[in-house]
């Protein structure tokens, strides 16, 4: 009785990893459902949204410039102060922005917006 030759392999060529299960469908969301989700966590959170070391090195890159030269040392929680007041400004501007656009009727925030926003406050606002 003639043995089966056997299946010609190259040399490292691993078996093929078993197919996965079939995953269940993903959960079909109305529109709009995840962003309102993320405000909420945001909103809830107190920890700052931009990196304090990149942050760090905008505020000492745009010192330089305002100083003519002159390298100032900047103590860690001056920084972290900044970071708090530029990001609450941020947001605030958003939020006004984003009123302008829903007067408009529009749901897409635009840059026209947010010139609206900085016209509207005035110079005590942070307009310039």
Do not use: N
Not at 26 to 52: D, F, H, M, N
Request: aromatic share 6%; net charge positive.
């Amino acid at each position: 009785m003639p043995r089966p030759k056997p299946t010609p392999r190259r040399r490292g060529q691993l078996p093929a990893p078993p197919s996965p299960p079939p995953r269940a469908r993903a959960r079909r969301r109305r529109p709009g459902q995840r962003v309102l989700q993320e405000i909420r966590k945001y909103q809830s959170s107190t920890r700052l949204l931009l990196r304090p070391g990149p942050f760090a090195r905008l505020v000492r890159e745009l010192c330089l410039l305002f100083t003519r030269g002159v390298d100032y040392r900047w103590q860690r929680m001056a920084l972290l102060a900044l970071q708090e007041a530029a990001e609450a400004f941020a947001v605030r501007l958003l939020e006004d922005a984003y009123l302008c656009s829903l007067h408009a009727r529009r749901v897409t925030l635009f840059p026209k917006d947010l010139q609206l926003a900085r016209r509207l406050r005035g110079l005590e606002g942070g307009g310039i």
